[in-house]
């Protein structure tokens, strides 16, 4: 058992709250096999938005929808690459 897999099925276990004689064999494997095959090698980018910041006022001013996008999201997207 590679080290990978072992912190894919960990991953598994702690997303579904299973012991590991609980998670189906299949959906262990089809996992490994996606997380392996992305391997890292894409940078995620910040996504543009469809919408302008303004257009959800007055539920959500601009200069706040401004701030979560341009700073806080993209810290996030940042610190994941």
Known sequence: MSGSKIIVDSALRAAVNLRSSKIPTELAKSSAALFSAYGGAKKHELPT????YASLEPAISAETMELHHSKHHNTYV???N
């Open 78 to 80: 940042t610190n994941l």
């Open 49 to 52: 938005l469809t919408y302008d």
